[in-house]
């Protein structure tokens, strides 16, 4: 029988190598597990799961395992050493023990333990102490209450409201599987462009029913609100943050949510953007609007979490500049229960952006970083690209905000200006396809943002390889052909798609190139805003003699990007408007670098379907066809979108392609 994907890495394939399996059978006599906990018997319930498929062994839990060795055993110790979600896991006394000061902390240690019987790796001096390095780590669900989602390419969505409360979709406990054995300890299930319906009391019950399943796997479960919900739902004259009414009434909802949730995780807020009600239709700040929904939490753990994806329709100003102009000035105007919420970039979710100015510009507020892991501008659920390069990309980038050194993971991580409410954020590629989401190489953008929250100095490659074990083959030189695929793919995305710092050539559903596109309903809605295409050349001008967006970056980040001829190409459209006939690092002229971009991109995914079959075999045959065929789309709109680049900057340039480039279609 096939494999539909279902499992993700959550397979547990009989172990194969027999030296290894004799010793994992060594410790399977039995399972103690002294607490009465939910999460650590939903730790012992997936170890036993485990162990059965690994080896092949039925294995009993008990409560009572005394002086017993030959078994794991899963601890509660407060003396331990890690953080509260942390672990340990070691031999001791002829038992493997996992231990941790809180039962979710044990819950992790067992996934990692299972994950290291997965990849077949020896036990002897197993030794491993881990803890998060950011306590938020979540999901966002961009899920409506009709069933549809937002930017979701893997059909629709994993919560069925109508059904709920009565009816558990077993799929909730699956997902809640997958999120823990990631150490993901948050989901916020609706839209950002919320429905003020999740505020009803109907609504309440049936989140209920699904954070009952979520809690047993140390998931916590928050909502995006929509902010006049106090006067479309509550019949009030306003929603003006700072009227006692609607103060009151907030106070009263959030009691409501926890008398249901009692463990309730809090509010995702996007408000003043993209034509969503905010404190600012009443005169109020975010500071005001977000410190009001804290206030009605100051009973409970929940927090606020606030979005600074905002921006103008100025046809004037720089939409880079403006979460920066709004937050900023808000520094220390927060409650401490808020955590503001950056998505990586200043702009939304390109192929590839420069890190957000905010980072490390908030020293008084912590700054939660949001990713985008639904491939939205990056081929939906056709095109194979690995994302964790972009994440780490924003992760490793140094803000200099405290000299060298300053990375915005270290904004995020808390480290930098000790917040201790620290947050990682992604927005779920999650839906009710069979295999989760869509694209099987898609599993791996999911997976690479679990392990980055919980650690960021986890490498690109590590992850890759990690999950092409997990998921899909234990044979060397397939797992070795895919994974140079996945460290491949982003590079060879932006290529065809945005090359050299372009951004935005798409409108609407942002699926076909519209580089031409110059008519929207706001000025910043259209294609030419962001590229600034024009007979002299191409590029965004972000200097002084531009927007001066650069501006908002420390002087050693604009001494990177503030001279054409240094600023690392990657990034030059991004800030400098640049001659078509340039000559730039690579000795091309900017016409022919970009020429040369578009079509060795294009080129490149018949690259990527040779790596792809070279792993034919090794795979099962449903997974391998399934991309085999993404990738054969994936090549017809990589020549698509090079061809409609080519065709539409040459009228400005007016010159034919280099040598060697067959002409545009
Ligand atoms: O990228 C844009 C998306 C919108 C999204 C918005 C946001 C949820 O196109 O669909 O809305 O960002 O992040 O709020």
Redesign the pocket.
Known sequence: DGDDGYRLWLKYEPVINASVKAEYLRFTAFVGNASKGEIVKSAAVELKTGLKNLLGKSVSVTNSFGNKTGGIVLRLDASNDQQDEGYHIALAGGNIVVSSKSESGILYGTFALLRHMQMQLPIENLKVASSPKVRYRMLNH?DNVDGTV??GYAGSSLWKWYELPEVIDPRYQDYARANASLGINGTVLN???ASARFMSQEYIVKVAAIADVMRKYGIKTYLSVYFAAPKTLGGLSTSDPLDPQVRAWWKEKVAQIYKEIPDFGGFLV?AN??GEPGPQDYGRTHAEGANMLAEAFKPYEGIVIW?A?VYKADPRADRFKAAYEEFVPLDGKFDPKVIVQV?NGPI??QPREPFSPLFGNMPKTPLGV?F?ITQ??LGFAAHAVYEAPIFKECLNSDTYVNGQGSSVARVVDGSLHGYSRTLMAG?ANTGSDRNWTGHPLAQANWYAFGRLSWDHELSSEQIAREWTALTLTRNQKAAESIVLLMLRSREIYVDYNTPLGLSRPWMGV?FAPEPWQNKGSRPDWTAVYYHRADSSGLGFDRTASGSNALAQYQPQVQKQWNNPDKTPLPYLLWFHHVRWDEKLSTGRTLWEELCTRFYTGADSVSWMRQQWDMAKGSLDEQIYASVAQRLEVQHREAIWWRDAWVLYLQTFARQTVPAGFEPPR
């Open positions: 961009w937002e930017r839209n950002v462009n996007k953007s993209e979005r994806f998505k939304d979710f949001e985008q939205e501008y927005v942002h």
